[in-house]
């Protein structure tokens, strides 16, 4: 567990969703995630299809929280995708709903997702 | 939208599951069957990542209804994927949760889906 590699996915709950739509968002998060990580890291995104895919959703309260958290693992070049909806159902258009980090290695991920709790 | 592209995820209602991680099954059956796809399909693949990922989860009501329909794919040789959980949290180990199918043609998809209900 000393290098475990995970992805994470935090949504905002402050946006009305039914769960299929949560759970298309969340999918949508990690699969361009993942994109991004294999181009980063082949190795790393391999190691993580290899041992299970370990995922976890966390939860943050409003987009401003979403976005800052989007900026930071960008500038530390971590692996990760903002998700926008495109309004055609239960949101207006280009809401951000999600966001996908890794396969990443944990410790990397954790210095910046210890404060949120899971969804 | 004559030949559109979908992935369809079909989830059961009949086991408890937090939003979190049924989010994170969903994710997963999403990822194993598109893998499964650019395998079979590296062209319908491609089609579906560029016209937007669209995603439908669908909802039945046991496991039967879960693996009938796995199996009825498998046999059109649909691309698809069904998820077990590995029980470390909140289910009993191997406990089927997701079915992914596609991205595929939404027309081959919908045949076999149509009596199931939005998630």
Known sequence: MDDE?????????DIEM????LAAQVAHASLTSYFDAEKRDKEVA???LD??????VLKVSDEEALT????AFRFKKIP???V??????QLPPDTKTALGIGP???????LLTKPLKLL
């Open 18 to 21: 039914g769960k299929g739509k």
């Open 46 to 48: 391999r190691e993580w």
């Open 104 to 110: 990443w290695h944990a410790k990397e991920i954790d």
């Open 80 to 82: 990760c995708a903002l």
């Open 51 to 56: 041992s299970g895919e370990k995922k976890i």
């Open 68 to 71: 800052k958290l989007y900026t």
């Open 5 to 13: 590699i995970k992805q994470v996915i935090i949504v905002r709950t």
């Open 84 to 89: 926008s909806d495109r309004g055609l159902t």
